[in-house]
DNA sequence: GGGTATGCCGAATAAATTTTCTGTATACGA
DNA sequence: TCGTATACAGAAAATTTATTCGGCATACCC
Protein backbone atom coordinates (compact mmCIF):
# COMPACT_ATOMS: atom_id res chain seq x y z
CA UNK A 1 0.00 0.00 0.00
CA UNK A 2 1.31 3.13 0.74
CA UNK A 3 4.61 3.71 3.08
CA UNK A 4 4.01 6.69 5.07
CA UNK A 5 7.45 8.85 5.83
CA UNK A 6 5.84 11.01 8.28
CA UNK A 7 4.49 8.33 11.21
CA UNK A 8 0.75 9.02 12.80
CA UNK A 9 0.96 8.83 16.50
CA UNK A 10 -1.52 6.26 17.18
CA UNK A 11 -1.26 6.13 20.92
CA UNK A 12 -3.84 9.21 20.84
CA UNK A 13 -7.48 7.12 20.69
CA UNK A 14 -9.04 10.11 18.69
CA UNK A 15 -6.28 9.68 16.02
CA UNK A 16 -6.32 6.04 16.41
CA UNK A 17 -9.66 5.60 15.37
CA UNK A 18 -9.86 8.28 12.83
CA UNK A 19 -6.79 6.46 11.49
CA UNK A 20 -9.05 3.43 10.58
CA UNK A 21 -11.53 5.69 8.81
CA UNK A 22 -10.80 8.37 7.46
CA UNK A 23 -10.08 7.32 3.90
CA UNK A 24 -12.27 8.82 1.58
CA UNK A 25 -14.40 5.65 1.16
CA UNK A 26 -13.54 3.53 4.28
CA UNK A 27 -16.96 4.40 6.56
CA UNK A 28 -19.01 4.33 3.44
CA UNK A 29 -17.79 0.92 2.73
CA UNK A 30 -18.79 -0.10 6.82
CA UNK A 31 -22.06 1.41 6.05
CA UNK A 32 -22.49 -1.08 2.99
CA UNK A 33 -22.02 -4.08 4.56
CA UNK A 34 -23.25 -3.02 8.33
CA UNK A 35 -25.98 -5.70 7.65
CA UNK A 36 -25.45 -7.28 4.77
CA UNK A 37 -22.50 -9.55 2.64
CA UNK A 38 -21.91 -8.13 -0.48
CA UNK A 39 -19.45 -9.29 -2.99
CA UNK A 40 -16.63 -6.97 -4.54
CA UNK A 41 -18.64 -5.73 -7.53
CA UNK A 42 -21.99 -5.13 -5.96
CA UNK A 43 -20.03 -2.77 -3.57
CA UNK A 44 -18.77 -1.26 -6.39
CA UNK A 45 -21.81 -0.53 -7.77
CA UNK A 46 -23.16 0.66 -4.21
CA UNK A 47 -20.35 3.48 -4.53
CA UNK A 48 -20.35 4.03 -8.33
CA UNK A 49 -18.53 7.76 -7.26
CA UNK A 50 -15.54 5.61 -6.20
CA UNK A 51 -12.63 4.49 -8.22
CA UNK A 52 -12.39 1.08 -7.99
CA UNK A 53 -8.93 1.04 -7.52
CA UNK A 54 -9.72 2.87 -4.67
CA UNK A 55 -12.14 0.97 -3.65
CA UNK A 56 -10.25 -1.97 -3.90
CA UNK A 57 -7.36 -0.85 -1.93
CA UNK A 58 -9.31 0.61 0.42
CA UNK A 59 -11.22 -3.28 1.22
CA UNK A 60 -7.63 -4.61 1.20
CA UNK A 61 -6.97 -2.24 3.86
CA UNK A 62 -10.26 -2.62 6.02
CA UNK A 63 -9.74 -6.21 6.00
CA UNK A 64 -5.91 -5.82 7.51
CA UNK A 65 -7.50 -3.66 10.34
CA UNK A 66 -9.75 -6.31 11.07
CA UNK A 67 -12.33 -4.12 10.48
CA UNK A 68 -14.49 -6.80 7.58
CA UNK A 69 -13.55 -10.06 6.33
CA UNK A 70 -13.31 -11.68 2.88
CA UNK A 71 -14.13 -15.27 2.02
CA UNK A 72 -12.53 -16.38 -1.42
CA UNK A 73 -14.30 -19.61 -2.81
CA UNK A 74 -12.04 -21.15 -4.94
CA UNK A 75 -14.58 -21.07 -8.00
CA UNK A 76 -14.59 -20.29 -12.10
CA UNK A 77 -15.00 -17.30 -12.44
CA UNK A 78 -13.62 -16.58 -9.56
CA UNK A 79 -16.17 -15.16 -6.35
CA UNK A 80 -15.68 -13.43 -3.21
CA UNK A 81 -17.54 -11.64 -0.38
CA UNK A 82 -17.00 -9.14 2.34
CA UNK A 83 -18.63 -9.11 5.88
CA UNK A 84 -18.10 -6.89 8.27
CA UNK A 85 -16.26 -8.09 11.89
CA UNK A 86 -17.57 -8.08 15.14
CA UNK A 87 -14.80 -5.44 15.68
CA UNK A 88 -16.34 -3.48 12.49
CA UNK A 89 -19.68 -3.51 13.91
CA UNK A 90 -18.35 -1.85 17.22
CA UNK A 91 -17.79 1.11 14.61
CA UNK A 92 -21.58 1.38 13.59
CA UNK A 93 -22.36 3.32 16.26
CA UNK A 94 -20.25 5.64 15.36
CA UNK A 95 -21.43 5.92 11.60
CA UNK A 96 -24.64 6.23 12.42
CA UNK A 97 -24.12 9.66 15.04
CA UNK A 98 -22.03 10.50 11.86
CA UNK A 99 -25.21 9.71 9.48
CA UNK A 100 -27.47 11.50 12.05
CA UNK A 101 -25.89 14.82 12.16
CA UNK A 102 -24.96 14.95 8.48
CA UNK A 103 -29.13 14.47 8.43
CA UNK A 104 -29.75 17.07 10.86
CA UNK A 105 -27.18 19.40 9.72
CA UNK A 106 -27.91 19.29 6.13
CA UNK A 107 -29.29 22.09 5.05
CA UNK A 108 -26.38 24.17 6.80
CA UNK A 109 -24.11 23.25 4.50
CA UNK A 110 -26.38 22.96 1.14
CA UNK A 111 -26.36 26.62 1.80
CA UNK A 112 -23.07 26.88 2.28
CA UNK A 113 -21.26 25.32 -0.29
CA UNK A 114 -24.21 23.68 -2.18
CA UNK A 115 -25.06 20.08 -3.03
CA UNK A 116 -22.31 18.90 -4.09
CA UNK A 117 -19.18 21.05 -3.62
CA UNK A 118 -15.91 21.59 -2.76
CA UNK A 119 -15.08 21.44 0.85
CA UNK B 1 -7.28 27.84 1.40
CA UNK B 2 -7.43 24.75 -1.18
CA UNK B 3 -9.19 24.95 -4.08
CA UNK B 4 -10.73 21.84 -4.98
CA UNK B 5 -10.76 20.27 -8.54
CA UNK B 6 -12.47 17.44 -7.78
CA UNK B 7 -15.82 18.22 -5.79
CA UNK B 8 -17.32 16.01 -2.84
CA UNK B 9 -20.61 14.75 -2.73
CA UNK B 10 -21.94 16.26 0.15
CA UNK B 11 -25.30 15.14 0.12
CA UNK B 12 -24.42 11.96 1.66
CA UNK B 13 -24.83 13.05 5.38
CA UNK B 14 -21.94 10.59 6.16
CA UNK B 15 -19.41 12.52 3.27
CA UNK B 16 -20.54 15.54 4.90
CA UNK B 17 -19.89 15.13 8.48
CA UNK B 18 -16.53 13.81 7.77
CA UNK B 19 -15.61 16.15 5.44
CA UNK B 20 -15.99 18.89 8.15
CA UNK B 21 -13.67 16.84 10.63
CA UNK B 22 -11.43 14.65 8.85
CA UNK B 23 -8.34 16.88 8.65
CA UNK B 24 -5.40 15.58 10.60
CA UNK B 25 -6.15 17.95 13.32
CA UNK B 26 -9.41 19.06 13.39
CA UNK B 27 -11.01 16.70 15.77
CA UNK B 28 -8.34 16.83 18.21
CA UNK B 29 -8.98 21.02 17.84
CA UNK B 30 -12.59 20.24 18.49
CA UNK B 31 -11.75 17.86 21.83
CA UNK B 32 -9.01 20.50 23.16
CA UNK B 33 -11.93 23.22 22.92
CA UNK B 34 -14.76 20.98 24.65
CA UNK B 35 -15.02 23.00 27.47
CA UNK B 36 -12.57 25.56 27.32
CA UNK B 37 -11.61 28.57 25.40
CA UNK B 38 -7.74 29.15 24.39
CA UNK B 39 -5.69 31.15 22.28
CA UNK B 40 -3.96 30.12 19.54
CA UNK B 41 -0.55 29.76 21.16
CA UNK B 42 -2.21 27.78 23.68
CA UNK B 43 -3.53 25.35 21.18
CA UNK B 44 -0.19 25.08 19.53
CA UNK B 45 1.00 23.84 22.65
CA UNK B 46 -1.44 21.90 23.04
CA UNK B 47 -0.99 19.68 19.80
CA UNK B 48 2.50 20.20 19.43
CA UNK B 49 3.27 17.77 16.41
CA UNK B 50 0.72 19.67 14.77
CA UNK B 51 2.35 22.00 12.35
CA UNK B 52 1.53 25.55 13.31
CA UNK B 53 0.81 26.81 9.77
CA UNK B 54 -1.43 23.62 9.17
CA UNK B 55 -3.05 24.38 12.59
CA UNK B 56 -3.76 27.68 11.70
CA UNK B 57 -5.57 26.92 8.53
CA UNK B 58 -7.80 24.08 9.88
CA UNK B 59 -8.94 26.58 12.94
CA UNK B 60 -9.37 29.14 10.06
CA UNK B 61 -11.70 26.19 8.91
CA UNK B 62 -13.31 25.25 11.54
CA UNK B 63 -14.62 28.98 11.86
CA UNK B 64 -15.73 29.35 8.67
CA UNK B 65 -17.97 25.71 8.94
CA UNK B 66 -19.22 27.30 12.25
CA UNK B 67 -18.00 24.83 14.84
CA UNK B 68 -15.65 27.36 16.72
CA UNK B 69 -15.59 30.77 17.09
CA UNK B 70 -12.96 33.65 17.39
CA UNK B 71 -13.04 36.51 19.33
CA UNK B 72 -10.30 38.90 18.20
CA UNK B 73 -9.31 42.30 21.07
CA UNK B 74 -7.70 44.96 19.71
CA UNK B 75 -5.64 45.08 22.33
CA UNK B 76 -1.19 45.25 21.76
CA UNK B 77 0.02 42.41 21.16
CA UNK B 78 -2.77 41.26 19.73
CA UNK B 79 -4.97 38.67 21.63
CA UNK B 80 -7.43 36.58 20.29
CA UNK B 81 -9.41 33.49 21.82
CA UNK B 82 -10.95 30.21 20.28
CA UNK B 83 -14.30 28.80 21.73
CA UNK B 84 -16.62 26.16 20.25
CA UNK B 85 -20.10 26.94 18.88
CA UNK B 86 -23.19 25.26 19.87
CA UNK B 87 -23.14 23.47 16.40
CA UNK B 88 -19.75 22.50 17.63
CA UNK B 89 -20.73 21.09 20.83
CA UNK B 90 -23.41 18.72 18.81
CA UNK B 91 -20.13 17.19 17.43
CA UNK B 92 -18.65 16.14 20.95
CA UNK B 93 -20.51 12.80 21.21
CA UNK B 94 -19.35 11.62 17.81
CA UNK B 95 -15.81 13.19 19.08
CA UNK B 96 -16.53 10.80 22.13
CA UNK B 97 -17.64 7.61 20.96
CA UNK B 98 -13.97 7.83 18.72
CA UNK B 99 -12.06 8.41 21.65
CA UNK B 100 -13.82 5.54 23.64
CA UNK B 101 -13.69 3.36 21.05
CA UNK B 102 -9.85 4.23 20.46
CA UNK B 103 -8.96 3.83 24.04
CA UNK B 104 -10.89 0.08 24.23
CA UNK B 105 -9.34 -1.27 20.98
CA UNK B 106 -5.73 0.54 21.49
CA UNK B 107 -3.80 -2.83 22.31
CA UNK B 108 -5.27 -4.49 19.03
CA UNK B 109 -3.41 -1.74 17.16
CA UNK B 110 -0.60 -0.92 19.10
CA UNK B 111 0.58 -4.51 18.68
CA UNK B 112 -0.30 -4.81 14.78
CA UNK B 113 1.55 -0.83 14.32
CA UNK B 114 3.34 -0.20 17.26
CA UNK B 115 2.41 2.79 19.79
CA UNK B 116 3.71 5.33 16.81
CA UNK B 117 3.41 4.19 13.59
CA UNK B 118 2.38 4.30 9.89
CA UNK B 119 -1.01 4.03 9.29
C1' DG C 1 18.48 50.30 17.42
C1' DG C 2 17.92 45.39 18.70
C1' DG C 3 15.41 41.90 21.12
C1' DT C 4 10.83 39.99 22.79
C1' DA C 5 6.07 38.54 22.19
C1' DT C 6 1.78 38.03 19.70
C1' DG C 7 -0.78 36.39 15.78
C1' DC C 8 -1.11 36.17 10.73
C1' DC C 9 -0.24 34.64 6.03
C1' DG C 10 2.14 33.81 1.12
C1' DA C 11 4.70 30.66 -1.37
C1' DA C 12 7.48 26.74 -2.33
C1' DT C 13 8.20 22.14 -1.23
C1' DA C 14 7.12 17.56 0.30
C1' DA C 15 4.14 13.91 1.25
C1' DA C 16 -0.07 11.34 1.02
C1' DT C 17 -4.06 9.94 -1.37
C1' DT C 18 -6.89 9.33 -5.26
C1' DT C 19 -7.56 8.64 -10.10
C1' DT C 20 -6.69 6.75 -14.45
C1' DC C 21 -4.72 3.47 -17.44
C1' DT C 22 -3.18 -0.93 -18.31
C1' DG C 23 -2.45 -5.75 -17.70
C1' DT C 24 -3.05 -10.37 -15.47
C1' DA C 25 -5.77 -14.83 -14.97
C1' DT C 26 -9.61 -18.25 -15.74
C1' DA C 27 -13.58 -20.54 -18.03
C1' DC C 28 -17.91 -20.12 -20.22
C1' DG C 29 -20.65 -19.48 -24.44
C1' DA C 30 -21.35 -17.73 -29.25
C1' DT D 1 -11.10 -17.55 -31.76
C1' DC D 2 -13.36 -13.84 -29.78
C1' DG D 3 -16.00 -11.54 -26.40
C1' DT D 4 -17.87 -11.72 -21.62
C1' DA D 5 -17.56 -11.86 -16.67
C1' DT D 6 -15.03 -11.96 -12.43
C1' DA D 7 -11.42 -10.25 -9.48
C1' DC D 8 -6.84 -8.40 -8.60
C1' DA D 9 -2.81 -5.43 -8.98
C1' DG D 10 1.41 -2.48 -11.00
C1' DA D 11 2.60 2.04 -12.35
C1' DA D 12 2.20 6.76 -13.59
C1' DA D 13 -0.37 10.95 -13.30
C1' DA D 14 -3.26 14.10 -10.98
C1' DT D 15 -5.02 15.94 -6.94
C1' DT D 16 -5.28 17.04 -2.20
C1' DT D 17 -3.19 17.83 2.11
C1' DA D 18 0.64 18.79 5.13
C1' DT D 19 5.14 20.84 6.09
C1' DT D 20 8.66 24.11 6.05
C1' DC D 21 10.49 28.58 5.27
C1' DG D 22 10.29 33.12 5.47
C1' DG D 23 7.97 37.35 6.10
C1' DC D 24 4.56 41.02 8.02
C1' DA D 25 2.79 44.10 11.79
C1' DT D 26 2.65 46.31 16.51
C1' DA D 27 4.36 47.93 21.02
C1' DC D 28 6.95 46.98 24.88
C1' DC D 29 11.56 46.76 27.28
C1' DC D 30 16.64 46.95 27.46
Known amino acids: MYERKIPVDLSCPLRLTMSLIDSKWK ?27 VLDMQLKELVEDGLIAKTIYPELP ?18 DAML ?19 Q
Chains 1, 2 share one sequence.
Open 100 to 118: AWGEQNKELFVRKYGAISA
Open 27 to 53: SCILDELRCRTLRPSEIHKALPEAAPR
Open 78 to 95: PRSEYTITPLGMTLIPII
